[in-house]
């Protein structure tokens, strides 16, 4: 695969970043995050790479990047919208957050079919004092209600 017409694959990429993290304990972590932030997500041709890199099977590798639901393996929107699902933020109405974007269509870990938005869920964003919180393209936003997440969803707060 040759990412944005360039001659960078994603072999390239993969076996670039490996080799800076080669070497430590459980590297496969730090290069699974370093991978998505370059692609912006860990497809599915990385899997095979990464096996061979690590010396795992693929099933391996395919499980770690499943199980952790910071890993993409598809592009995100353009906006990224993550819902804090932690405790407090529960306690303050999470709940009806995510029930707002399941009522405009936006089911949690999908991008809408036009690229716009992507809607995550998160277990915590670290603003419990704020919440519910949610976080839109890395900025904090707390007490966020129905209304406000609506707002965001338009594209109304930044």
Known sequence: MTISGSDVTVENVVRRVAA???GERGALLPVL???QAELGH???EAIPVLADEFNLSRADVHGVVTFYHDFRREPAGRTTVRICRAEACQSLGANSLVSYAR???LALGETTADGAVT???VFCLGNCALGPAVEVNGRLHGRVGPAKLGAILNG???
């Open 119 to 121: 809607v995550e869920q």
């Open 42 to 44: 860990v497809p599915q």
């Open 103 to 105: 009522e405009a269509g």
């Open 33 to 35: 995050h370093a991978v």
């Open 156 to 158: 109304a707060v930044s």
């Open 20 to 22: 800076r993290h080669r």
